[in-house]
């Protein structure tokens, strides 16, 4: 099972949760968004874009590692993981 | 013509005001002198479009939201306002073979009378999308994504946008488009095929002065009475075209500078164009630190200075490409938002003006609704 930590901002489109648990099997970060996009596809949206690609100002860390510093959307995810995603501290 | 309101019929007025940091409502009668505020809608995001649709009995009010962080996606109220349609999908994406992924909407807009299911949207990076189903759902319009002339398209300060989107209303297979920069188009086949529609047109920041395309258009407008003839509010320059943009001759005659944003088309009076001219591109602000609209009725023949009521010194305003517009009423209203966060307005068409709201977040598109539901809703 892989947990998936949310901001409160994408909750409504979760169930009104901000903890998420994927209990498919899943390698990668990419295949837990996955799993995560045929229940929730409100949440999926908003943390990739078209193109399949994380958005520019949103970061994905696995047990408190930042994807981007590690294999994008292609890091492992170990069974009993922790994913969080955080709106990045750009604003304007 | 508005740009979102189609009735003709005096009522209640709602300006609609798009800002960086959400929308906001500002209400009123139909003497358009006392308002109130209502908003904001969306909190911290940006609203770049709004457009109010009241084809086939609907009272159906369009934003355009974008949040920097989560995306963007198109909102819907039947009830101006006080509940939005979810949003949960973001309804406006770009194929995923295009490799292009949605930046922000510039433009929303209700397709002609007579198609009242019909909706298109401009979007950034530059693309046209149409929807069949009221804004439901939206495919892309594939005859312009696939232009050979995509690659060479740069974006201005505001981005590679698709800003306006013009309809002929007679024939439904002619329609014109606008992108900064890459200039005007123009499709006679239902969006299958685009030709460039930029002779005459200067290109200040290129070599070649006069190119085919890659003009910095910022603003076109028409009156439906005289669809053909079609207004340019240029990246330096004002332009006239009679023949669907084929041609183009310079009509900025007696302005104090022919650098602006906004155009506005007088929705009764197929002479009469609106603009707000700045200095230049290197200090976009009001010429003088005056804050003057400028108005022609004679197709751009002359213009005259609009300013009773507006700020005279120490002015330094800008007004941005969508946030001039009118309501449908006559005499016309004519709002318009500044990037500095305040909204003015006349009920006589220009003659004098007030100030309506100010301490808003930087104002980037402004519309109307004139509607009898809208006192009903409130």
Known sequence: MITIELPRVLAPYAGSSTVVTVEE??????????????????????????????????NVFVNEESTRFLQGLATPVPEGSNVLIVAAVSGG | MPNSATTTANGDVCVLIG???????????????????????????????????????????????QSMHWGGTVRTSDDFGRTWSDGERQSVRFPAE????????WQIRPGR??????????????????????????SIVEGLLNHEHRTQWQPGGGGLCLHTILLDPQNRERMAIAISTGGVYRTEDGG??????????????????YPEFGQCVHKIVHHPSRPERLFLQNHWGLY??????????????????????????????????????????EFRCTPEAKLRVYRTRDAG??????????????AYEAVLRDALTTDSMNPAGIYFGTR????FGSGDEGSTWREIADGLPPVVCVKTAVTSAASEAE
């Open chain 1, 25 to 58: 099997s899943c390698a990668t970060v990419g295949d837990a968004l996955n799993a995560l996009s045929s229940r929730f596809p409100g949440v999926v949206d908003r943390v990739v874009d078209e193109r399949g690609m994380v958005r520019q100002h949103v």
């Open chain 2, 19 to 65: 800002t960086m940091k959400g929308a906001f409502f500002a209400w009123s009668d139909e003497k358009r002198e006392n308002w109130r505020l209502d908003g904001p809608h969306f909190r911290g995001q940006s609203v770049y479009s709004l457009a109010f649709d009241n084809r086939g009995g609907r009272n159906r009010t369009f934003a355009a939201t």
């Open chain 2, 98 to 105: 295009s490799g292009l992924a949605l930046t922000q909407i």
């Open chain 2, 113 to 138: 009378a007579d198609e009242p299911e019909i909706m298109y949207c401009g979007v950034e990076p530059a693309a046209l999308f149409e929807s069949h189903d009221r804004g439901e759902s939206w």
């Open chain 2, 192 to 209: 299958k095929t685009w030709r460039a529609r930029n002779v005459g047109v200067r290109a200040q920041f290129l070599p070649d002065k």
């Open chain 2, 240 to 281: 006239r075209s009679d023949d669907w943009g084929d041609n183009w001759q310079d009509i900025a005659n007696g302005v104090p500078s022919d650098f602006g944003f906004a155009m506005l088309m007088h929705p009764h009076d197929p002479d009469a164009v609106f603009i707000v001219p700045l200095e230049s591109d």
């Open chain 2, 301 to 314: 023949g002359n213009w005259e200075p609009l300013t009773d009521g507006l700020p005279q010194a120490d």
């Open chain 2, 340 to 343: 500095s966060g305040k909204l």
